[in-house]
């Protein structure tokens, strides 16, 4: 089978000074999404519900918690004898020789690897996109290249780390380009790239020659005229949360039922890893209303418009609107707080009140602890 000569590769070298407090001990890849998953899971789980088998993934070195989540990749049926689930974490604060050790493992990685076509991904689009349909349409293309794209009519809040390509009469890519945010409707490069492994060594050799590009990423991009390249429109849900609003705002977008529904049902199932706790207790006259409450929560309290993680015990008189709790949070009695993202482990004590609004929500970090003084 055709997607049986593809291999996946996960670029997490992603934008995140704009995410800084929620990735401070974290890649962006591993922070928690709606309750129980991590941003990861969404393109892992599309790469692997189209068959793919052999997936490497380039990681910062702040990737403690991502090899935690990820284990052996048995979530993701990534457990295997053949194939599997590859790890590199050999980034470095220096340009040269972050070029350098990726040079190094990405060809022994690609070189040992009997598929022919590659998939090039990054963690930062939430979608849940058919690959099986992209690798038909690049494969009946002819291509060189395929790059994924979404058309937007809010073009002007895709500026943090995002591109937006030129499509010309022949309807090919003729240019990819940073998004500067003077176009409400664009089409924004999900990057999501196909093309065959011996183009991405050319490539990698035009990385580790140069010192004019940041990224892998960036040497595609600025050298996309000298190749013939198909563009596939996506036309499902995709936010890209490499900032703290449009992370924010992807969380409040999965209260929408057909957000719901698109993202988890449509296009195949989103894996995660699975901790067993118990069922949510709901105490006598707690309120909770159009929220998404993981599993081993104690809810005492009033909770509107929210998404709560895992082990998160709210005390009674305690109101929490429009707030993205991350697990293992204490909020004692009679605090409020609204338009806030809680890290893991913070503390709020008694009575504190603490708001933020919805297009600045206020950042907690983590092991923090709020008294009313």
């Given amino acids: 089978m055709i997607k049986n000569s593809y291999m996946a590769i996960l670029m997490l070298n992603e934008h995140q000074q704009d995410i800084r407090s929620l990735t401070k001990n974290r890649p962006l890849a591993s922070i928690p999404i709606y309750g129980r998953y991590r941003i990861i899971d969404f393109i892992l789980s599309n790469i692997v519900n189209c068959g793919i088998r052999n997936v490497g993934i380039f990681s910062p070195n702040n990737s403690r918690s991502l090899i935690d989540h990820l284990g052996t990749g048995r979530s993701w049926d990534l457990n295997r004898n053949v194939d599997g689930l590859f790890i590199f974490s050999s980034y470095s604060k220096y ?21 022919q076509n590659v998939i090039l991904c990054q963690s930062h689009m939430i979608c849940n ?18 790059v994924v794209y979404k058309n937007v009519k809010n073009g002007d809040t895709y500026i943090h780390g995002c591109n937006i390509i030129n499509i010309n009469k022949e309807g090919k890519v003729s240019k990819i380009r940073n ?29 580790a020659k140069s010192d004019v590009y940041e990224n892998l990423y960036e040497c595609i991009y600025l050298n996309i005229d000298r190749y013939t390249v198909n563009a596939y ?37 989103i894996y995660t890893k699975p901790k067993n706790e118990p ?58 707080l609204n338009n806030v993202i809680l890290d893991k482990d913070v503390l709020v004590r008694k009575n504190v009140k603490v708001q ?15 008294n009313s003084n």
């Fill in 356 to 370: 933020g609004t919805c297009e600045f929500p206020l950042v907690v970090e983590k092991n923090s602890v709020l």
């Fill in 95 to 115: 340009r040269y020789q972050q070029n350098e050790n990726l040079l190094k493992n990405f060809i022994e990685y690609i070189s040992i690897s009997k598929q």
């Fill in 279 to 336: 069922s949510t207790k709901y105490v006598k006259n707690s309120s909770v209303s159009n929220s998404l409450i993981a599993n081993g929560c104690v809810i005492e309290g009033t909770v509107e418009n929210s998404i709560i993680s895992r082990q998160v015990h709210i005390a009674k008189g305690a109101v929490i609107k429009n707030c993205i709790i991350f697990q293992n949070c204490t909020i004692e009695e009679g605090t409020y």
């Fill in 233 to 269: 429109e996506f036309q499902g849900y995709v936010k890209s949360v490499n900032s703290i609003n449009q992370y924010y705002d992807a969380n409040m977008d999965i209260l929408n039922p057909k957000v719901l529904e698109e993202l988890f049902y449509k296009n195949g199932s």
């Fill in 129 to 146: 996109i058919d690959i099986d349909k992209v690798i038909k349409n690049h494969e009946e293309s002819q291509n060189d290249i395929t």
């Fill in 179 to 207: 998004n500067i945010g003077f176009n409400k409707e664009a089409k924004i490069s999900m990057d999501i790239i196909l093309m065959k492994k011996e183009l991405l060594f050319n490539f990698l050799y035009e990385l």
